[in-house]
C-alpha cells in the first residue's frame, strides 16, 4: 500500500522527512504532497491533490497520513466526486472543528499574508460545514502537551498548543489517540509515528 504524506500550513514536505523515513523503514512506498498557502488559493491546492489522488489510486491501494491543515485539504479533494478512496487515513492534530486560536492569528497582518485563503478558511465556520464527511476508515491522533490553566487560552482543556483536544474530533464517536506532544513537530515524536503505523495495519 502506497502512503500519501500532506504536510501542514506554514511548513513544507521537509518537515516530514522524519515520518516518511520511518515509515520507510516498514516497506511501504511513499509519496509526499506539497504546496504553499502564501502563492495558492485553498480551491487550487484542493485540485492539485485531488488530481494526484486519482494518480495514486489507479496504481493500487493506498493511505493518508495527513499533518494539520493536510487534513481538511484531504477531505476538500476527496469530498470533490467519485474516487477510489483511501484504505485509511491518519489525521494529525487536524482541527475538524473551528480551531480558536485562528480568529486571533487572523487579525496578525504577517499571518494574513502568509496564509492566505487557507489561513482565512481556519476562521470560517461555513468552510467547516461545507466538508463532506470522511467516507474511508480514519484515525485520530492528538496532542496534549499544551499549556493548560489559568493563562492558557484552552483554559484547562487538553490541547497541542495550537489545537484543542476537542477541536481534532470529527464524529462525537471518535477516539482519539492522545499523545503528549505538540502541534508543529509532533510528526517526529516517536510515539506518534508508532502511532502512525499502528493505525495503517487496522
Known amino acids: ?19 516518511e523515513w ?31 489522488l486519482e494518480t495514486i489510486a489507479s496504481e493500487g491501494s493506498y493511505g493518508i497520513v495527513a499533518h494539520s491543515l493536510g487534513g481538511l485539504l ?30 486571533h492569528a487572523w487579525r496578525l497582518l504577517p499571518f494574513r499574508w502568509w496564509t492566505g485563503q487557507c489561513g482565512f478558511n481556519l476562521t470560517n465556520p461555513d468552510f467547516f460545514a461545507s466538508l463532506a ?19 492558557s487560552p484552552f483554559g484547562d482543556e487538553l490541547n497541542d498548543g495550537i489545537v484543542a483536544l476537542n477541536e481534532t474530533r470529527f464524529s462525537p464517536d471518535d477516539s482519539i489517540i492522545q499523545l503528549p506532544v505538540m502541534h508543529t ?6 510515539r506518534v509515528q508508532k502511532s502512525v503505523v499502528q493505525a495503517l495495519n487496522i
Open 1 to 19: 500500500m502506497k502512503i500519501l504524506l500532506i504536510h501542514g500550513l506554514s511548513r513544507t514536505p521537509l518537515s516530514l522527512l522524519g515520518l
Open 22 to 52: 520511518y515509515l520507510q523503514q516498514t516497506g511501504r512506498k511513499i509519496e509526499q504532497f506539497g504546496y504553499l498557502a502564501v502563492t495558492e488559493t485553498f480551491e487550487r491546492i484542493v485540485k492539485r491533490l485531488r488530481m494526484r
Open 74 to 103: 484531504t477531505r476538500a479533494a476527496l469530498g470533490l466526486g467519485s474516487i477510489k478512496l483511501p484504505q485509511h487515513i491518519v489525521m494529525l492534530g487536524t482541527p475538524n472543528q473551528l480551531p480558536r486560536l485562528a480568529p
Open 133 to 151: 464527511p470522511l467516507e474511508s476508515p480514519y484515525t485520530i491522533v492528538a496532542g496534549t502537551g499544551g499549556p493548560r490553566g489559568f493563562w
Open 185 to 190: 513537530f509532533m510528526m517526529n515524536d516517536s
